[in-house]
């Protein structure tokens, strides 16, 4: 089966700017749009870019995506202490004929130091 | 505003169905795409599958053979069925909802604790 992989962890100090990678396949990123997902400890995850790089209504333009190729970035300006959370990245895949399915990578959890 | 609510069993034997609901309530289950994804304890987040009203069904390969989601639009209510189960899919269950059209926005529920032991 496919696979999104992203670092495991990231950090920064307040006020940094922090990117995570996430990097695909052209059955996934390479033909798809990539979304990202925000995760607090104990709570369900939140949309926070759809399509590549269009942030959801109530987004803060802190956060931006991009992607090239087959692989994707989230980045964070500006970082606060309430920016760290998990974050995973997740893309349609369509290795399968016929059978296209939703691909998350492992996740990157982010410390602001 | 739409909220979700998970409901089911929260321990199940080997072997066994799992069944979850999930209650909508603020909005009508005609209008979204509707998700099931799991998240076992302290690890990254499995996609199950979609379902929208009229009975359009996308699965995770990995599951494919033993999953059903299905949508009541009577009860605004969709469901997770997950055959013969093992420890592997111990795990926080959750769904989620997102608009067919319109404004891109995503529900999701608090979450519910499967686990599944002898």
């Known amino acids: 089966q496919s696979v999104l992989t992203q670092p495991p962890s990231a950090s920064g100090t307040p006020g940094q700017r922090v990117t995570i990678s996430c990097s695909g396949s052209s059955s996934n990123i390479g033909k798809n749009y990539v979304f990202w997902y925000r995760q607090f400890p104990g709570t369900a995850p939140k949309l926070l870019i759809y399509k590549n790089n269009q942030r959801p209504s109530g987004v803060p333009d802190r956060f931006s995506g991009s992607k090239s190729g087959t692989s994707a970035s989230l980045a964070i300006s500006g970082l606060r202490s309430e920016d760290e959370a998990d974050y995973y990245c997740a893309a349609w895949d369509e290795s399968l004929s016929g059978h296209p399915y939703v691909l998350f990578g492992g996740g990157t959890k982010l410390t602001v130091l | 505003q739409v909220q979700l609510q998970e409901s089911g069993p929260g321990l199940l034997k080997p072997s066994e169905t799992l069944s979850l609901t999930c209650t909508v309530s603020g909005g009508s289950t005609r209008s979204y795409y509707w998700s099931w994804i799991r998240q076992p304890p302290g690890k990254g987040l499995e996609w199950i599958g979609y379902?929208?009203?009229?009975?359009?069904?996308k699965y995770n390969p990995s599951l494919r053979s033993r999953v059903t989601i299905s949508v009541d639009t009577s009860k605004n209510q969709f469901s997770l069925r997950l055959s013969s189960v093992t420890g592997a899919d111990t795990a926080i269950y959750y769904c989620?909802?997102?608009?067919?059209?319109?404004?891109?926005?995503?529900?999701w529920g608090r979450g519910t604790l499967v686990t599944v032991s002898s």
């Open positions: 379902s929208d009203y009229s009975g359009n069904t």
């Open positions: 989620s909802g997102e608009p067919i059209f319109g404004v891109v926005v995503d529900y």
